[in-house]
Structures are given as C-alpha cells and as structure tokens.
C-alpha cells in the first residue's frame, strides 16, 4: 500500500483526485494539505511515502515546500510527486533541482497517474512526455541551471516582491520596508538576476504565478 498526501489549494481539485484514487486498490490517501506551509507539516506527521504537490499555493509555493520536504532528513522515504498545469523549463527545473521526483501536468489522465505514483515510489525519475519534451529542447544556457541548483528567495526579497506585486514604487518600498531606495532597487536587481528575469512585469507574473501575494 502506498500512502499518498494531498496539496493543492483548490478543493474540487482533492476531491477529484481522492475519489481518482479510491479506485486503486494499493494506493491510499492519507492526508491533504491547501498551501506549501502545511504540505510541509503533513509530512513530517504522516509521512507519507507520496507527496502529490501543486505550484501555485498561498503561504509556501510548491517548490519551496518540495526543498522543505526533500531536504529534511526524517523524510528520506518521501518523495515528492508535481502535478501542474505549468509545462516551462523554469519551473521543471527549479522542481528537479529542489527534490522532486517526477512531473505530471495536470490533463494527465489516471493510468499514467498510478504509473508515475509507482515509479516515483521505487525511487525512479518520472517525467510525463510533454514535460520530457520541454526538457529536451534547444535552449540557451543559463549559470542558475548549471550547478547553482535550487535559487533561494531571502525573506526581504520576498517582502520587496509583494510590494511590488502591490504595485509599489521603490519610494514606498523603502518607506514600509524602512530602507533606503537604493538599497530597495539593489535588492529588485539582485531578483531579478537570480531568477534571469528582465523586468519588473517578468517578475510580477513570476510571483503571481507561485501564488504569492502581499498578505502571505
């Protein structure tokens, strides 16, 4: 039997993929979680040998939960399973990079499902060929995909990315945030080149994307 946790903040999403899963005798649905932050305390409650995880959640991505959960040692008999409705090298990579073990989008239908959930639970890498596909295409390098793995947001970026997301100035910023606006746009450059972004429009659909949000 292979004990699977739930995350995704959308309900009608759980309840289409516990009443999926039901039908399969050898898997079984032992917990849910609606954002990264409880993905990640469900976890290490339950331990479950799957953890299907969305994206896009309030409070904690997916991937930032996926890193949580991959990089914590009482969980190295957990693996993280992504179904998304993304299909960008960005986010496959960042997801691989953090832990992850497999990648479905989310029109997958259930015999590939239950195929992914059983290679992923022996441990083995599962990409459905869509994702495969993107993977595999031409593109132009990148230093973040060459061995930085894994970006990290600090705690002020993130701050300083709500704002903006708030539709902000680095004026305002720097007032709420109490810093200067220089140091304000030193720390919206620094984002934006650890996530090979190129404008603040980039970066705003990049977070909105994650779910983020000024109240988060």
């Known amino acids: 039997m292979i004990d699977i946790l739930l995350v995704d903040d959308h309900h009608l999403v759980l309840d289409g993929m516990r009443a999926l899963l039901s039908q399969e005798s050898d898997l079984k ?34 991937i930032e939960a996926t890193q949580q959960i991959c990089g914590n040692k009482k969980l190295k008999e957990t693996f993280v399973l992504v179904l998304s409705m993304y299909n960008n090298r960005e986010f496959i990579t960042e997801l691989l990079d953090a ?4 990648y479905l989008l989310k029109n997958t239908g259930r015999a590939e499902l239950r195929e992914a959930i059983h290679a992923v639970s022996a441990g083995q890498r599962y990409l459905c060929k869509p994702v495969q596909e993107t993977m595999d295409a031409p593109f132009r390098s990148h230093p973040r995909m060459e061995g930085e793995g894994f970006v990290s947001i600090t705690k002020r970026e993130k701050q300083v990315i709500r704002m903006l997301l708030a ?42 994307e994650r779910g983020w949000s000024l109240e988060n």
């Open 29 to 62: 649905v032992v917990g849910e979680a609606r954002n990264g932050r409880e993905a990640v305390e469900k976890a290490k409650e339950l331990k479950p040998r799957i953890v299907i995880m969305d994206i896009s959640m309030p409070e904690m991505d997916g």
């Open 99 to 102: 832990g992850a073990k497999g």
């Open 167 to 208: 539709e902000k100035n680095s004026h305002e910023i720097a007032e709420a945030l109490h810093l200067s606006p220089s140091t304000v746009e030193t720390h919206r450059k620094n984002i934006l080149h650890k996530l090979d972004l190129h404008s603040t429009a980039g970066l705003v659909r990049y977070a909105m």
